[in-house]
């Protein structure tokens, strides 16, 4: 349907605006009928008794007062399976009763939604037409957004120009990948949707012709580049592209282009609106991996929007002048300008802009380039001939003195020969010098990162991120929708292990179709689990769409976040039940997954000794573990010099959880910084934690380090650790074992403490 978003909001606007319970829902279902083109929209109430009473309705014939006793007809349906019900013709269904008096019986179709509030159902939103036909999924997508609101409204209601140096000027930024390169500048020069003025259109018919021209020719353009890419490098670091292709087919994007044309924009404005209102709902995140997806969305509208201007990197001609090494640096640097530059001759990777989680940091990480990124605007770098691009300390420095670059070749030249050593280990086992295996998986959210993870060796999925398809959409996705995606994920890593993580939305991360506001402590308030417990409708789709995207030969498992109480584990088991017991009736054969919680509030800590007959792992969220264990926010400036995950109360409790851990017999996994903190790691290894997930990029170096190390060692050193009452001693402790056993050879301990003292990297030259 059109302009589903604001046609949601025209209707809650007005629902809320009116002073009457009766006046709300009679304005809500005349609303319903005009914004899907139904002919009956209708809403039943659960009343005291258990009975469905009809409240307010348009289409229906509503002399007699309308009552669908309990456990009886379709509404009683959806009510207990707390799903939605869409079918092409309700007389037969086997649940059909027929309401005497109502006049139902010319209306053939069948869509109902279950308004959930607290977890509890207290009624029902029906749409139904004449036509024997079910409402497309957009129509009910709508329904399920629109009850969501409802069951809330009706019961109440974001290179400086310095003085020129002659050698060594420094531009410090982010990490996005490591390594070291030199090259000669490539400057990435191109106009952007932020130098886009406000204009008009004269025909909107025909700027909606042109829009849809400009996504054909733009898919067209990204799967050319993918192909120059895979023929350059390898298909398995080409999946960006699909997640490109993917935002590019989302009706979500498309129709709010559209909406914004036909509300009399030029097509340039319009894409600049709509980028830029999804783009400020990822950046206004404080979770960085989600914040990154705004740097994707950016480019990609930079991306439609140079396509409109028939712009590329460079013509032939220019590109042909690349004969030597170069550094490609740019305020947007995005996938099809690295797959532009022949791949012998891209040395390194330098963004004004960006985070080390963004599209261009992951693709740069899988190809194995040196990356810096957020180096700030960086004027007159045209002047500049040689670069010196540090990934390891996130430095760009221009005009290098001779014994400065002298010393960064020797570095690039040992660089290659450990490059060469880590890359011979993907397939090797992460095991001890003592014979201790450790599984390594890594942490992903979307498809473009699926892929990286394998080539760096990981050994399937430890987190997955479900928030991502229900940020970017204007409804609630559907059931099938969900399914296409997590089905790549489980087709990816096929008879692996996956482990998928409940819609963590919430603090932070909300949804633009469902914002959370009024809480004065998000992080404390209606997240995680807690928001989905309470839109169990939203909960039960989820569950059976991971339960049917999984094939038999994958090790399915299925994380709840944010757990605090033994009843938010009894409630989603019982939910997890229903689902399978649902697949099962509808003729599936699904496989029923492992489920575990995650340890991120202190509370299951003390509750983990009575949960052993309830869950199959246990997983550690080490982020959020340690920023509620010490009650600091790592992104408050003010706080955030007061933050490290080794901390003794972290290593302690985290201790605590893994003593629990073996004497229940159960899994025990550690995600988050955590998992890829070299000196964190050495700790979890002495505490018997043999299975780690961590950003794909890690793996390689982590897994080098947990073959040089005994499990003895890992253990004499956590006893000291214990005995410690400070983090920065944890860390001299952990830095004076890592340089006594030589192992500095791929780990930089001086950065590593630097990090966490909020300090400048050393750079040793």
């Known amino acids: 349907m059109p302009n589903s978003l604001q046609a949601l909001v025209n209707i809650l606007q007005k629902v809320s605006h009116l002073n009457s319970a009766s006046e709300q829902v009679n304005a809500l279902v005349h609303g319903v009928c005009e914004a899907i083109n139904v002919d009956v929209c209708s809403l039943y109430r659960l009343d005291k008794s258990g009975n469905m009473r009809l409240v307010a309705t348009q289409g229906l014939s509503v002399n007699h007062p309308i009552k669908i006793p309990q ?21 037969l269904h086997p649940d059909y009763f027929y309401v005497i008096f109502s006049k139902e019986e010319k209306f053939h179709s069948f869509c109902g939604v279950p ?63 490591p390594g070291v390169a030199i090259g000669s500048l490539w400057h990435c020069k191109k106009i952007g949707l932020e130098d886009v003025t406000e204009s008009l259109n004269d025909d909107h018919r025909l700027e909606l012709e042109r829009w849809h021209i400009l996504l054909k020719e733009t898919k067209a353009g990204i799967k050319a580049e993918q192909a120059i890419l895979g023929q350059q490098l390898s298909a398995e670091v080409t999946g960006i592209f699909d997640a490109y292709l993917m935002l590019l087919s989302d009706q979500t994007l498309i129709e709010k282009v559209e909406s914004e044309v036909k509300r009399g924009h030029a097509l340039p404005w319009a894409l600049k609106l709509s980028i830029n209102y999804f783009s400020k709902l990822f950046r206004s995140m404080e979770d960085p991996y989600l914040r990154a997806r705004s740097e994707d969305i950016s480019h990609l509208g930079n991306k439609l929007y140079q396509v409109w201007l028939n712009q590329s990197v460079g013509t032939a001609h220019s590109l042909a002048a690349i004969t030597a090494p170069v550094i490609l640096a740019g305020k947007h640097i995005t996938v099809s300008d690295i797959a532009t530059i022949p791949k012998r001759y891209l040395a390194g990777i330098a963004c004004f802009g960006g ?7 992951v693709l740069a990480n899988a190809l194995g380039i040196p990356a810096v990124m957020g180096l700030g605007d960086i004027d007159r770098l045209e002047t500049i001939d040689k670069l010196i691009l540090d990934g390891n300390s996130g430095q760009l420095i221009c005009r290098p003195s001779d014994a400065v670059l002298e010393a960064y070749q020797k570095t690039l030249a040992s660089n290659r020969e450990i490059y060469q050593q880590l890359k011979e280990l993907r397939y090797e086992p992460a095991v001890t010098t003592d014979g201790c295996v450790v599984s390594m998986f890594s942490n992903t959210g979307l498809l473009a990162d699926i892929l990286p993870g394998l080539k760096n060796g990981a050994q399937g999925v430890g987190l997955y991120r479900t928030e991502i398809p229900f940020m970017i959409r204007q409804t609630f996705p559907s059931e099938q929708e969900q399914i296409d995606v997590y089905r790549e994920v489980c087709k990816a890593y096929k008879g692996k292990p996956v482990y998928f993580r409940t819609l963590d939305i919430g603090g932070d991360k909300q949804l633009p179709y469902f914002a959370i506001s009024g809480e004065e402590n998000p992080a404390l308030g209606w997240r995680g689990i807690r928001f989905t417990l309470d839109n169990i409708q939203i909960l039960m789709t989820q569950v059976r769409a991971i339960i049917r995207a999984a094939a038999d030969d994958i090790d399915l498992h299925i994380l709840i976040p944010m757990v605090s109480s033994t009843d938010e584990l009894d409630q989603f088991r019982a939910l997890l ?14 496989v029923y997954p492992k489920v575990g919680v995650m340890i991120e509030v202190p509370s299951a800590i003390s509750l983990l000794k009575y949960w052993r007959d309830k869950i199959d792992f246990i997983s550690i969220g080490s982020n959020d573990l340690s920023q509620y264990l010490l009650a600091l926010d790592r992104n408050n400036a003010r706080v955030a010099g007061r933050y490290d995950h080794v901390h003794p109360s972290i290593i302690n409790e985290i201790h605590r959880v893994a003593t629990m851990a073996d004497s229940m017999k159960l899994p025990l996994s550690v995600c988050g910084e955590l998992a890829s903190d070299p000196m964190a790691v050495i700790l979890l290894l002495g505490m018997g934690i043999r299975k780690l997930s961590m950003s794909s990029s890690k793996i390689p170096q982590i897994k080098w380090l947990i073959r040089s190390v005994s499990t003895q060692q890992a253990s004499n050193l956590l006893a000291e650790a214990l005995a410690l009452d400070n983090s920065k001693d944890i860390r001299l402790l952990c830095r004076k074992f ?11 301990v001086d950065a590593s403490i630097a990090k966490f003292n909020h300090l400048d990297a050393v750079i040793k030259i």
């Open 71 to 91: 456990g009886r007809g379709l509404v009683n349906v959806v009510a207990t399976s707390k799903r939605p019900l869409n079918i092409d013709d309700a007389a």
């Open 115 to 177: 308004l959930v509030r607290r977890g509890e159902v207290i009624g029902v939103l029906v749409a139904q037409r004449t036509q024997a036909c079910k409402l497309d999924a957009d129509s009910e997508a709508f329904l399920v957004t629109l009850a969501s609101h409802l069951a809330l409204v009706i019961p109440a209601e974001a290179f400086t120009p310095k003085k020129k140096s002659s050698a060594n000027m420094r531009h410090q930024g982010i990490s996005g990948a």
């Open 355 to 361: 985070s080390a989680l963004s599209h261009t940091a």
């Open 577 to 590: 039940d229903q689902a399978y017991e649902q697949l099962v009736a509808e003729g599936l054969q699904p």
């Open 738 to 748: 890592i340089e006594d056993n030589g192992l500095t050879k791929f780990i930089d």
